[in-house]
Protein backbone atom coordinates (compact mmCIF):
# COMPACT_ATOMS: atom_id res chain seq x y z
CA UNK A 1 0.00 0.00 0.00
CA UNK A 2 0.98 3.66 -0.84
CA UNK A 3 -0.93 6.18 0.94
CA UNK A 4 -3.89 3.88 1.05
CA UNK A 5 -3.56 3.04 -2.85
CA UNK A 6 -2.69 -0.74 -3.26
CA UNK A 7 0.87 -0.95 -5.61
CA UNK A 8 -1.24 -3.36 -7.77
CA UNK A 9 -3.33 -0.04 -8.47
CA UNK A 10 -1.00 2.01 -9.10
CA UNK A 11 0.98 -0.59 -11.24
CA UNK A 12 -2.53 -1.40 -13.43
CA UNK A 13 -2.68 2.00 -13.69
CA UNK A 14 0.56 3.38 -15.09
CA UNK A 15 1.33 0.26 -17.22
CA UNK A 16 4.17 -0.87 -14.68
CA UNK A 17 5.21 -4.44 -12.66
CA UNK A 18 4.46 -4.07 -9.34
CA UNK A 19 7.85 -4.41 -8.15
CA UNK A 20 9.03 -1.61 -9.70
CA UNK A 21 6.29 1.02 -8.68
CA UNK A 22 6.80 -0.71 -5.36
CA UNK A 23 10.36 0.17 -5.21
CA UNK A 24 10.16 3.94 -6.15
CA UNK A 25 7.43 3.62 -3.23
CA UNK A 26 9.73 3.00 -0.85
CA UNK A 27 12.48 4.82 -2.17
CA UNK A 28 10.20 8.41 -2.12
CA UNK A 29 9.04 6.86 1.55
CA UNK A 30 12.53 6.91 2.58
CA UNK A 31 14.61 9.44 1.32
CA UNK A 32 12.05 11.77 -0.29
CA UNK A 33 12.44 13.60 -3.46
CA UNK A 34 16.40 12.87 -3.53
CA UNK A 35 15.55 8.73 -3.34
CA UNK A 36 13.63 9.58 -6.72
CA UNK A 37 16.82 11.35 -8.17
CA UNK A 38 19.12 8.77 -7.89
CA UNK A 39 19.78 5.66 -10.29
CA UNK A 40 19.65 2.25 -8.59
CA UNK A 41 21.64 0.70 -10.67
CA UNK A 42 20.08 -2.12 -11.62
CA UNK A 43 22.59 -5.25 -12.27
CA UNK A 44 25.46 -4.32 -9.97
CA UNK A 45 25.69 -6.82 -7.36
CA UNK A 46 27.35 -6.90 -4.40
CA UNK A 47 30.81 -7.53 -4.34
CA UNK A 48 31.46 -6.76 -8.10
CA UNK A 49 30.88 -3.09 -8.15
CA UNK A 50 34.03 -1.57 -9.61
CA UNK A 51 35.56 0.58 -7.10
CA UNK A 52 35.58 3.46 -9.54
CA UNK A 53 32.08 3.97 -8.55
CA UNK A 54 33.04 4.88 -4.82
CA UNK A 55 32.75 8.57 -5.09
CA UNK A 56 30.96 9.41 -8.39
CA UNK A 57 28.30 11.62 -6.73
CA UNK A 58 24.88 10.84 -5.40
CA UNK A 59 24.36 7.32 -7.47
CA UNK A 60 28.24 6.64 -5.62
CA UNK A 61 26.82 7.13 -2.86
CA UNK A 62 23.68 5.16 -3.75
CA UNK A 63 26.02 2.55 -4.54
CA UNK A 64 28.21 2.47 -1.52
CA UNK A 65 25.29 2.44 0.59
CA UNK A 66 24.58 -0.82 -1.28
CA UNK A 67 27.71 -2.22 -0.92
CA UNK A 68 27.37 -2.85 2.97
CA UNK A 69 24.82 -4.96 4.75
CA UNK A 70 23.65 -3.08 8.08
CA UNK A 71 22.44 -6.08 10.95
CA UNK A 72 20.41 -5.05 13.47
CA UNK A 73 21.49 -8.26 15.99
CA UNK A 74 19.15 -8.07 19.50
CA UNK A 75 17.79 -9.08 22.24
CA UNK A 76 14.46 -8.31 22.59
CA UNK A 77 11.32 -9.24 25.25
CA UNK A 78 8.45 -10.88 23.54
CA UNK A 79 6.74 -7.29 24.08
CA UNK A 80 9.36 -5.17 21.31
CA UNK A 81 11.30 -4.09 24.04
CA UNK A 82 15.44 -4.35 24.31
CA UNK A 83 15.63 -3.28 27.44
CA UNK A 84 13.85 -2.59 31.11
CA UNK A 85 13.21 1.53 30.74
CA UNK A 86 16.43 1.93 33.59
CA UNK A 87 18.23 0.93 30.31
CA UNK A 88 20.03 -1.99 32.19
CA UNK A 89 20.70 -5.35 30.55
CA UNK A 90 20.67 -7.87 33.70
CA UNK A 91 17.41 -9.37 32.60
CA UNK A 92 19.32 -10.96 30.02
CA UNK A 93 21.38 -12.78 32.37
CA UNK A 94 19.52 -16.21 33.02
CA UNK A 95 20.29 -16.85 29.45
CA UNK A 96 23.72 -16.10 29.34
CA UNK A 97 24.45 -18.85 31.80
CA UNK A 98 23.09 -21.28 29.55
CA UNK A 99 26.41 -22.06 27.83
CA UNK A 100 24.90 -22.05 24.56
CA UNK A 101 26.38 -18.31 22.99
CA UNK A 102 23.24 -18.39 20.31
CA UNK A 103 25.61 -17.87 17.28
CA UNK A 104 27.46 -14.61 18.86
CA UNK A 105 30.80 -16.07 18.08
CA UNK A 106 30.21 -16.53 14.48
CA UNK A 107 28.28 -13.48 14.14
CA UNK A 108 30.95 -11.53 15.81
CA UNK A 109 34.36 -12.51 13.60
CA UNK A 110 31.63 -12.41 10.48
CA UNK A 111 31.17 -8.63 10.96
CA UNK A 112 33.83 -5.46 9.83
CA UNK A 113 32.52 -3.40 12.30
CA UNK A 114 29.95 -2.11 15.20
CA UNK A 115 27.92 0.93 15.23
CA UNK A 116 26.66 1.89 18.51
CA UNK A 117 23.57 5.04 19.88
CA UNK A 118 25.15 7.08 22.95
CA UNK A 119 23.39 5.35 25.92
CA UNK A 120 24.43 2.01 24.19
CA UNK A 121 28.21 2.77 24.17
CA UNK A 122 27.45 4.47 27.98
CA UNK A 123 26.14 0.96 28.97
CA UNK A 124 29.17 -0.77 27.30
CA UNK A 125 31.43 1.61 28.55
CA UNK A 126 30.65 0.11 32.14
CA UNK A 127 31.38 -3.36 31.32
CA UNK A 128 34.41 -4.70 33.01
CA UNK A 129 35.94 -5.54 29.49
CA UNK A 130 34.97 -3.53 26.34
CA UNK A 131 32.81 -6.10 24.58
CA UNK A 132 34.08 -5.24 20.80
CA UNK A 133 37.38 -6.15 21.01
CA UNK A 134 39.36 -5.58 17.61
CA UNK A 135 36.67 -4.24 15.69
CA UNK A 136 36.64 -0.28 15.05
CA UNK A 137 33.12 1.46 16.47
CA UNK A 138 31.19 4.17 15.34
CA UNK A 139 29.35 6.03 18.13
CA UNK A 140 26.39 8.19 17.17
CA UNK A 141 26.50 11.33 19.25
CA UNK A 142 26.46 15.19 19.19
CA UNK A 143 28.20 15.14 22.47
CA UNK A 144 31.61 14.98 23.44
CA UNK A 145 32.59 11.84 24.64
CA UNK A 146 35.47 10.67 27.00
CA UNK A 147 36.40 7.72 25.00
CA UNK A 148 39.09 5.13 26.60
CA UNK A 149 38.99 2.65 24.17
CA UNK A 150 40.85 1.35 20.85
CA UNK A 151 39.35 1.73 18.22
CA UNK A 152 36.58 3.63 18.85
CA UNK A 153 35.23 7.40 16.57
CA UNK A 154 32.18 9.25 17.97
CA UNK A 155 30.42 10.91 15.15
CA UNK A 156 28.35 13.28 15.04
CA UNK A 157 27.09 12.52 11.46
CA UNK A 158 24.26 10.95 9.87
CA UNK A 159 23.52 6.93 9.63
CA UNK A 160 23.50 7.36 6.01
CA UNK A 161 27.48 9.05 5.57
CA UNK A 162 28.52 6.83 8.23
CA UNK A 163 27.59 3.69 6.29
CA UNK A 164 29.06 5.96 3.24
CA UNK A 165 32.20 5.73 4.70
CA UNK A 166 32.44 1.58 5.66
CA UNK A 167 31.52 1.13 1.83
CA UNK A 168 34.63 3.65 1.06
CA UNK A 169 36.80 1.77 3.47
CA UNK A 170 35.50 -1.50 2.04
CA UNK A 171 33.65 -2.92 4.80
CA UNK A 172 30.81 -5.12 4.11
CA UNK A 173 28.83 -6.37 6.87
CA UNK A 174 27.87 -3.74 9.79
CA UNK A 175 26.77 -4.88 13.12
CA UNK A 176 24.07 -2.17 14.21
CA UNK A 177 24.36 -2.97 17.94
CA UNK A 178 21.34 -0.07 18.76
CA UNK A 179 20.20 1.07 20.93
CA UNK A 180 16.56 1.58 20.05
CA UNK A 181 17.03 5.48 18.93
CA UNK A 182 19.67 4.71 16.77
CA UNK A 183 18.18 1.56 15.43
CA UNK A 184 14.91 3.43 14.54
CA UNK A 185 17.22 6.30 12.87
CA UNK A 186 18.72 3.85 10.55
CA UNK A 187 15.33 1.89 9.58
CA UNK A 188 13.83 5.33 8.58
CA UNK A 189 16.18 6.25 6.73
CA UNK A 190 16.43 2.62 4.84
CA UNK A 191 19.41 1.59 5.71
CA UNK A 192 19.34 -1.69 7.87
CA UNK A 193 19.57 -5.00 5.17
CA UNK A 194 19.16 -7.62 8.19
CA UNK A 195 17.34 -8.28 11.44
CA UNK A 196 18.68 -11.07 13.32
CA UNK A 197 16.58 -10.79 16.41
CA UNK A 198 16.66 -12.91 19.53
CA UNK A 199 13.09 -13.30 21.07
CA UNK A 200 13.36 -13.58 24.91
CA UNK A 201 10.64 -15.71 26.89
CA UNK A 202 10.09 -12.10 28.61
CA UNK A 203 7.12 -9.93 28.81
CA UNK A 204 9.30 -6.92 29.72
CA UNK A 205 5.79 -4.65 29.97
CA UNK A 206 7.66 -1.57 29.53
CA UNK A 207 10.98 -0.65 28.60
CA UNK A 208 13.29 0.63 25.59
CA UNK A 209 11.54 -0.51 21.87
CA UNK A 210 13.47 -2.35 19.30
CA UNK A 211 13.16 1.25 17.48
CA UNK A 212 12.31 4.45 18.79
CA UNK A 213 10.99 6.05 15.70
CA UNK A 214 8.41 4.86 13.25
CA UNK A 215 8.86 4.47 10.21
CA UNK A 216 6.71 3.14 6.57
CA UNK A 217 5.94 -0.85 6.50
CA UNK A 218 8.82 -3.29 5.40
CA UNK A 219 8.35 -6.87 3.89
CA UNK A 220 11.11 -9.24 4.94
CA UNK A 221 11.85 -12.35 3.79
CA UNK A 222 12.93 -15.04 6.79
CA UNK A 223 16.37 -16.41 6.05
CA UNK A 224 16.87 -18.98 8.80
CA UNK A 225 15.18 -19.54 12.72
CA UNK A 226 16.81 -21.21 15.56
CA UNK A 227 14.44 -22.45 18.70
CA UNK A 228 16.62 -22.87 21.56
CA UNK A 229 15.55 -25.14 24.89
CA UNK A 230 16.01 -22.68 27.38
CA UNK A 231 12.76 -21.06 25.22
CA UNK A 232 15.00 -18.18 23.10
CA UNK A 233 13.70 -17.98 19.54
CA UNK A 234 16.32 -16.26 16.85
CA UNK A 235 14.80 -14.79 13.99
CA UNK A 236 16.88 -13.93 11.09
CA UNK A 237 14.95 -11.89 8.24
CA UNK A 238 16.03 -10.03 5.61
CA UNK A 239 14.72 -7.40 3.86
CA UNK A 240 12.43 -8.38 1.03
CA UNK A 241 12.81 -5.76 -1.26
CA UNK A 242 16.45 -4.47 -1.84
CA UNK A 243 16.19 -0.79 -3.26
N1 LIG B 1 18.88 -6.11 24.16
C1 LIG B 1 19.92 -5.79 23.43
O1 LIG B 1 20.46 -6.66 22.69
C2 LIG B 1 20.42 -4.37 23.42
C3 LIG B 1 21.26 -3.97 22.39
C4 LIG B 1 21.69 -2.63 22.39
C5 LIG B 1 21.27 -1.75 23.37
N2 LIG B 1 20.46 -2.18 24.36
C6 LIG B 1 20.03 -1.27 25.42
O2 LIG B 1 19.34 -0.18 24.79
C7 LIG B 1 19.46 0.96 25.64
C8 LIG B 1 19.85 2.19 24.82
O3 LIG B 1 18.93 2.39 23.76
P1 LIG B 1 18.33 3.84 23.47
O4 LIG B 1 17.31 3.69 22.41
O5 LIG B 1 17.92 4.45 24.77
O6 LIG B 1 19.58 4.70 23.00
P2 LIG B 1 20.71 4.58 21.85
O7 LIG B 1 20.07 4.34 20.55
O8 LIG B 1 21.76 3.62 22.30
O9 LIG B 1 21.36 6.03 21.92
C9 LIG B 1 20.60 7.16 21.59
C10 LIG B 1 21.52 8.33 21.46
O10 LIG B 1 22.36 8.15 20.30
C11 LIG B 1 22.68 9.43 19.77
N3 LIG B 1 22.39 9.57 18.35
C12 LIG B 1 23.23 10.12 17.42
N4 LIG B 1 22.70 10.11 16.21
C13 LIG B 1 21.48 9.59 16.35
C14 LIG B 1 20.45 9.37 15.43
N5 LIG B 1 20.55 9.64 14.11
N6 LIG B 1 19.31 8.83 15.89
C15 LIG B 1 19.18 8.51 17.20
N7 LIG B 1 20.15 8.71 18.12
C16 LIG B 1 21.29 9.25 17.69
C17 LIG B 1 21.96 10.45 20.61
O11 LIG B 1 22.90 10.81 21.60
P3 LIG B 1 23.32 12.34 21.93
O12 LIG B 1 22.22 12.85 22.77
O13 LIG B 1 24.62 12.19 22.65
O14 LIG B 1 23.45 13.04 20.59
C18 LIG B 1 20.84 9.66 21.24
O15 LIG B 1 20.40 10.22 22.45
C19 LIG B 1 20.49 0.62 26.69
O16 LIG B 1 19.81 0.31 27.87
C20 LIG B 1 21.16 -0.61 26.14
O17 LIG B 1 21.67 -1.41 27.15
C21 LIG B 1 20.00 -3.48 24.40
Redesign the pocket.
Known amino acids: MADRVPIAHIAATVGLSRRFVYKWVRRFLAYGLAGLADTPGRGQRRGTRPQAALHNGMEGQEQDLRAVDVIY ?4 SLDG ?4 A ?4 SW ?1 APFESSGDDYGYTAFYQSIDAVL ?9 ATCAQWPYPNKPCW ?5 R ?1 HVSQPDVVV ?2 R ?2 RAVVAELAARGYRRAWL ?10 RA ?1 GLITEYII ?1 VTPVILGTG ?2 LF ?2 LAPAEPLHLVASQVYPNGLVQLHYRRTHEA
Do not use: M
Not at 139 to 143: K, L
Open positions: YVAASIAPDGTLLLGRHTFEHAVFSQRLTASPVGGGQLAGAFQTIPGT
